[in-house]
């Protein structure tokens, strides 16, 4: 995909230079500003990497309500390590977006499930103020329990299998822990920033950011719930895509 959008864009800077070139004297370089039309199609993506060997999964120890849920012995892993030591459920977002700019979420927030007694997702983002919906899948109670350190502290129960409840953190967090005090081993994170400028790393670590950002300096960082943050400061030039490369764990 970056390559097509590198030849795109290399396509688009001839087509100009070859019209300009029928107005004018020709030039033997283009400022590169010049060439592209618009900010909005530059994108941000790269790749989060794993650094050293990752400890190997645990089992969960489920109560046995949440035992009845699964036929087979339920793990976790600190850190999920795919392809190339891509690794998943990292939050990405950037900073120093400027007000207003990306203020509008990309479609509906993601749903916080509650599934065998596991939260799906377990890394997920959601914009300062946008509703997101939590559910409970399961046929048993789980309590959801917010634990902000910027935000509003929220606790509730869901005892009804398919009950939805929705809820919003009005302040910037990242990351903000939810967990079930009936289920320890429950654990999810969200991201709440306030742009639309954020994403998850897939399987194999890889994220792309919301077209939309205005050329400029950014701080670009990745947080894991186990693996802490990385930062670096990329520079967003109109119509490019210079995939971003970061690692973790931070020391
Ligand atoms: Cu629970």
Redesign the pocket.
């Known amino acids: 995909m970056g390559k097509g959008f590198r030849k795109l864009a290399t396509i688009g800077a001839l087509l100009v230079l070859v019209s300009g070139c029928k107005r004018e004297a020709p030039q033997a370089t283009a400022p590169t500003n010049a060439v592209v039309a618009s900010g909005n199609d530059a994108l941000v993506s790269g790749r989060v990497i794993f650094k050293g060997t990752p400890p190997p999964p645990r089992v969960i120890s489920l109560d046995a309500n949440c035992g009845k849920l699964h036929t087979n012995a339920v793990t976790e892993a600190d850190f999920r390590v795919g392809e190339g030591g891509g690794l998943a459920e990292v939050f990405v977002y950037l900073q120093g977006v400027p007000e207003g700019v990306g203020g509008t979420p990309e479609g509906e927030a993601q749903t916080l499930d509650?599934q065998g007694?596991l939260y799906t997702p377990k890394v997920f983002g959601v914009m300062v103020n946008q509703k997101f919906k939590i559910r409970n899948s399961d046929p048993l109670m789980?309590?959801v329990h917010a634990v902000p350190k910027a935000n509003t502290e929220f606790n509730f129960a869901q005892p009804i299998q398919g009950q939805v409840n929705e809820r919003a953190f009005s302040k910037p967090e990242v990351l903000l822990r939810i967990k079930?005090d009936?289920?320890q081993w429950?654990n999810a994170y969200v991201g709440v920033v306030p742009h639309k400028f954020f994403a998850v790393t897939d399987n194999d670590g890889r994220f792309a950011l919301p077209k939309g950002l205005p050329p400029g300096k950014y701080m670009i960082e990745a947080v894991h719930p186990k693996g802490g943050r990385v930062a670096q400061e990329i520079t967003v030039v109109a119509g490019e895509n210079k995939p971003v490369e970061l690692t973790l764990p931070s020391q």
Do not use: D, I
Request: with cysteine; hydrophobic share 25%.
């Open positions: 509650q007694c789980h309590n079930c009936v289920h429950m």
